[in-house]
């Protein structure tokens, strides 16, 4: 009796102990460095999702990447929105995002409160855009700010619909450069066609916005210091299932952060 | 005995860093302790105060109108700036001077606060930049703890009559 006792009283002392060690480490780990997500929605075809509904792409956040805000035009970004205006939800088409309940009061938390979506930064602070579907034809990206579209144009929540995005929000925006982590064998045989596929859907310029005048002043850097709500469950399937993955496809995944051909081409 | 060193060198990072994630954890997610500077807070928070901030309300969506709040600079996101809470979505905002003869109102839009500095004279706030949204805050202040002639929870706003009640 006093020996399972004291066996339990250790297993108690050693749950807390591993507790305090790895709850924190965790949290700070996916915070800081990185997490995985599930892309859903169309709104980024083809080059998320290019399956539709059948496969949702599995994506590696990169918060490490983005830590002092220094976010590139064609960056694929993740940014979490609070809430949605009501005048905005007209442009929500192909089931994007859940319809979010008007709450006046924030007491009462909104039916979706921290909808996460992942776009594709177009402009950065000063510059000029030609914006789709947004009240304003040409819109100055104000200070501090950042405009952010999906790839399938008409089929996208983004800043043709509620304006430029604030360039950090806790708990409003994580920008962070998104890693596409896909099936070995699928990535390499969809490579090629995907490239393919993003070159003709920029360079054709239909439907694309495209930067009237770009602002070519330099920035300062800005630390990042924007926390996301993580979960521990995220990290052990990060490190059983997906470490080793993970690892390897830092290297194979570089297809992401290229910048598409349209900002290369200095035609309007 | 370079066993031993370098044992007691791993043990030792180890610690630093187990520490260093519960500091993070414990900032991030419960609160901290900030020095505010700056005159647009004045009299409730003088220059180089040290205060109390919990991040718990921003979690549990507790911000109310009259508390003080720490938030990421709109048009900085690197520093942060103190105000307080006038109104949250869905209010009514008067935008213009109380002594101005034709009043002007805005609604804060969902998802947004509008903040202001107690020191209205000398205070870039909302009015300057517009509602801020509601992700930008980062927590709450509620205590003061420098100087000690002041220590204690703090002052309602001298400016009460900003705050709309229809």
């Known amino acids: 009796m006093a020996q399972s006792q004291g066996w339990v009283k250790r297993y108690i002392k050693a749950f807390c102990k591993g507790f305090f060690v790895a709850v924190p480490v965790a949290v700070t780990f996916l915070d800081r460095v990185a997490c995985v997500a599930r892309v859903e929605g169309a709104s980024m075809q083809p080059s998320l999702n290019p399956g539709g509904s059948q496969s949702s792409d599995v994506v590696l956040l990169n918060h490490w990447k983005v830590r002092n805000f220094e976010v590139h035009r064609g960056d694929i970004v993740s940014l979490v929105l609070l809430t949605v205006t009501p005048s905005t939800r007209q442009q929500e088409i192909g089931g994007e995002e859940e319809e979010v309940e008007k709450d006046i009061s924030l007491a009462k938390s909104p039916k979706n409160p921290e909808q996460k979506i992942i776009k594709r930064v177009i402009a950065l602070e000063g510059d000029i855009v030609r914006t789709i579907g947004h009240k304003n034809r040409y819109v100055k990206v104000p200070r501090g700010h950042i405009w952010v579209e999906g790839d399938h144009h008409g089929h996208s929540f983004d800043s043709n619909s509620f304006g430029p995005c604030h360039i950090c929000k806790d708990h409003s925006s994580h920008f962070y450069q998104v890693n596409s982590q896909r099936k070995k064998k699928r990535f390499r045989k969809r490579k090629k066609k995907m490239l393919l596929s993003l070159t003709q859907h920029y360079l054709l310029g239909t439907k694309a916005s495209i930067l009237v005048w770009r602002n070519d002043l330099k920035f300062t850097t800005k630390h990042f210091n924007c926390p996301g709500f993580a979960t521990p469950g995220c990290f052990l399937w990060f490190i059983v299932v997906l470490g080793p993955r993970a690892l390897r496809m830092f290297g194979e995944s570089r297809l992401m952060s290229q910048r598409p051909s349209w900002q290369l081409s200095k035609s309007l | ?166």
């Open chain 2, 1 to 166: 005995m370079l066993r031993g060193v370098l044992g007691k060198t791993f043990r030792l990072v180890g610690y630093t860093i187990q520490y260093g994630c519960i500091a993070h954890c414990a900032f991030e997610y419960v609160g901290g302790v900030v020095m505010c500077s700056g005159p647009s807070m004045e009299p409730t928070i003088q220059n180089s105060d040290i205060v109390f901030a919990e991040n718990l309300s921003r979690h549990f969506y507790g911000i109310q109108r009259g508390d003080i709040v720490i938030a990421k600079s709109p048009s900085d996101p690197k520093s942060n700036i103190c105000k307080r809470v006038i109104g949250l979505e869905g209010d009514k905002i008067l935008t213009t001077s109380p002594s101005d003869f034709f009043k002007s109102h805005s609604y804060v839009p969902m998802g947004h606060v509008w903040l202001e500095g107690d020191n209205l004279q000398n205070s870039t706030d909302s009015r300057c930049y517009g509602p801020i949204p509601y992700g930008l805050i980062r927590g709450r202040i509620f205590f003061k703890i420098w100087p000690l002639s002041d220590f204690g929870f703090l002052r309602a706003s001298p400016n009460g009559h900003r705050f709309s009640d229809d």
